[in-house]
């Protein structure tokens, strides 16, 4: 069955900073990897995902993901945070189980970015 | 506007009296999903429906039902809720069974049963 860990319950880091949030995976077969965002009061919001082809995904709002395969990693990471950032953030895998496919997530990682 | 549209938004309810949350989608989309959304624990899948009269167990399927009779809406049913179903609730839905397609996701159903 397939899984997704985020290791960090919580990322906190100051405005202007990197920011990394960790993700790690475990399917059968090639992986299709998502990331989510959820601000308070709010649905999960798409990010950016990886298909095939190049390691870094560039997504929504200066975010960008690496797929490292070797260490089924897909970290989300952000050059310069902002307040605005602060939010729940899934990691999730899709891959097939018997005829149908399914979006699996992990537990979240709540980032805080101080001012 | 494409969306995933779920009511009610906010529910209180008592123990054992059936509730209904619906779930519709404007795109057309084949598969539908339910999650629910605890803290520390993510999103859990609940049922899902590959298309109409098409749907299984996910991973949490106790004290739940679904049904797909028409393509867009996705109901999910509380026959007899109990207080350890208070929780967040996500309706989903996704073009299609191919891995590359990413899920739409309603705006929740917040559930408290007392």
């Known amino acids: 069955a397939q899984s997704v860990a985020q290791p960090e319950d919580q990322v906190n880091v100051a405005e202007g900073n990197p920011l990394t949030v960790k993700c790690t995976y475990s399917v059968s077969g090639n992986p299709y990897l998502f990331w989510y965002v959820q601000y308070p009061n709010r649905g999960l919001q798409f990010l950016l995902k990886?298909?095939?082809?190049?390691?870094l995904v560039k997504g929504s709002y200066g975010f960008e993901a690496e797929f490292n395969k070797s260490q089924t990693s897909f970290h989300l990471k952000k050059p310069s945070a902002l307040v605005s950032d602060s939010a729940l953030y899934f990691c999730?895998?899709?891959?097939?189980?018997?005829?149908?496919?399914?979006?699996?997530f992990g537990k979240g990682t709540m980032l805080l970015v101080s001012p | 506007e494409a969306q995933v549209t779920q009511n009610p938004r906010y529910l209180i309810t008592v123990t054992g009296k059936k509730l209904t949350v619906t779930c519709s989608q404007n795109?057309?989309?084949?598969?539908m999903s339910w999650y629910r959304q605890d803290p520390g624990l993510g999103l859990r899948q609940i049922y899902y429906s590959m298309n109409v009269e098409v749907t299984d167990k996910g991973d949490v399927p106790e004290g739940y039902k679904v049904s797909r009779k028409e393509k867009r809406n996705f109901p999910l049913i509380l026959e007899s809720p109990s207080p350890n179903q208070t929780s967040l609730y996500f309706c989903?839905?996704?073009?299609?069974?191919?891995?590359?397609?990413?899920?739409?996701f309603g705006s929740g159903t917040r559930l408290t049963v007392v």
């Open positions: 999730a895998v899709r891959a097939f189980e018997g005829r149908y496919s399914t979006l699996t």
């Open positions: 795109m057309n989309h084949e598969y």
């Open positions: 989903a839905s996704t073009p299609g069974t191919g891995r590359n397609y990413g899920y739409t």
């Open positions: 990886y298909i095939t082809g190049d390691n």
